[in-house]
């Protein structure tokens, strides 16, 4: 099933999540591979990109809920749960069961985390007896309709206060569910006025998924070996000459690394650019078992040292990349190999959009003579994660605390929801990090919510973090750059170069006379590139 479409006009498709409920199983298939019915998908939102509850996660969820008033059973560490990383102004995880149970979603203006409930979590809370407004007959036939609850219909209510999540009944049953925008006594007393703000309407009881997902994973084994052969040979297909796979210490390139070992590929990279956190350095050890792991520097400080001196890595300005990840390969490739190479990747068409329009294979702009191949490129992230538990393989511990993506801890391409989770699992690391950029901000007199929204994570801010941050804030760029814009960028670049250069390895290693990043970022900042 495609439904989006990339920039190159290439569908997007959505991973299949089914679920047996007979088996009590989640699967990608639509045969369950147990009892070989009919499976139903679960319903999550596109692309549907799940990944298994771990343990700390699950406490996370609980304060989450307990700090919206909500009770903790509404998930239970007993049942398979799943979390799905969902569209949103910010970071927001759909907590799946047989169904979408809730979300928990980073509020940017308010700076905390809320719940937004789903049907199957309405149920829940009913069974687990939750607050509750009784309505008459008509108001009950209004809200299953979609429509939202007014105070005439109300019958009695529970103590409940404006922004409490609850549960709206008639004759004793369920029928829909909302936040309350007045008091319980409120809805009662009063003869006009918006009583709920209804979110859907509620049928049915709970259902809870029994299974472990180990032993899910080990009923997928032979679909497993399958979407394995066919991933070790595209290796062999693809790659014909030397090759190594870029190991990144995620769950992608774990698989990866066991794809090319199949292949033949025994040799794996790994660059630490300086800001990994700790629990991706010990998962690249952990797979020295599995391939022979390299592993390449880019230099104590770096980071520091270039956002000092010129200003942090953004989204739309990720000179991070060239920094960190590719002058150190550059050096590398140029050593180990006299031409055309080959670099096995954990690439999947379901993460983003251009990964899905790039294709299996393609040639790098930006390391002569390296060719990508995603072996694994049609996997779904169920996948992935069944594989990973089906072979016992040592994924990064990052994963359990709920991280979706394991790279550098302050990466631009995170949302400040991501960041609370660092600063939850490494308070310390984020301390030292956050404490730069408000020495950074007070320097340039950049304004506050530059930092409160994390502004820095756009060179030339557009689409969301235009609806919360500031003008002064938005336009922050062409404050900290402007000693250089009514300049050339080349020629400002060539000087920094010779007088002011922090000591970054890219020049060094491509052999150029100019600050590539001063260089380019003029350019995206004056709209020249």
Sequence with gaps: MSRRTSGTGV????????VCLECELVTPLERCPECGGRTRSVGATPPAEVRPV??????????????????RGLLSRRELLLVNRAPELDLMDEVVGPEPILAVRYDLREGRWVVVLKEEGARRLYELGGACVEVDRGAAEAVREGRNLFAPGVVAADDVEPGDWVVVEHGGRPVAFGRAVMSGEEMVRRSRGLAVRTRGSVEGEPRRLGRDFRRVAGAHEEYLEGRLERSVEVVRERV????????????????????????????AVFVDTGMELPET????????GLVD?????????????????????????RWCTLVGKLAPLIRYVRSEFGGRFYTLVGVRRYESEARAGRGRVWE???????VNVAPIFDWSSLEVWLFLYAWGLPYNELYEHGFDRVGCFMCPASKVGDFELVRRVHGRLWREWVEFLESYRRRHGLPEDWLR??????????????????????RWGERVLSRWLGRRPREAAREFRE???????????VGDGECVVLRESLRRVSGRG
């Design 11 to 18: 569908p997007v498709p959505e991973a299949e999540v089914r």
């Design 54 to 71: 771990g343990r700390p996660y699950l406490r996370f969820l609980w304060e989450v809920l307990e700090s919206e008033g909500l009770p």
């Design 240 to 267: 014909d000459g030397p090759a190594f796979v870029s190991f990144s210490g995620g769950k992608d390139s774990l698989v990866t690394a066991v794809v090319g070992s199949e292949a033949g590929v025994e040799r």
């Design 281 to 288: 350095l010990e998962a690249v050890e952990r797979a020295s």
């Design 293 to 317: 792991v390299e592993v390449l520097e880019c230099g104590e400080g770096v980071f520091y040292r270039v956002s000092e001196a010129l200003l942090p890595p953004s989204r739309d300005n």
């Design 364 to 370: 790098s702009e930006a390391v002569p003579g390296q």
């Design 453 to 474: 929204y994390h502004v820095w994570r756009w060179l030339r801010p557009e689409g969301e973090i235009r609806r919360v941050a500031s003008e002064e804030a938005l």
């Design 499 to 509: 007088h002011g250069c922090p000591g970054c390895p890219y020049c060094s290693a």
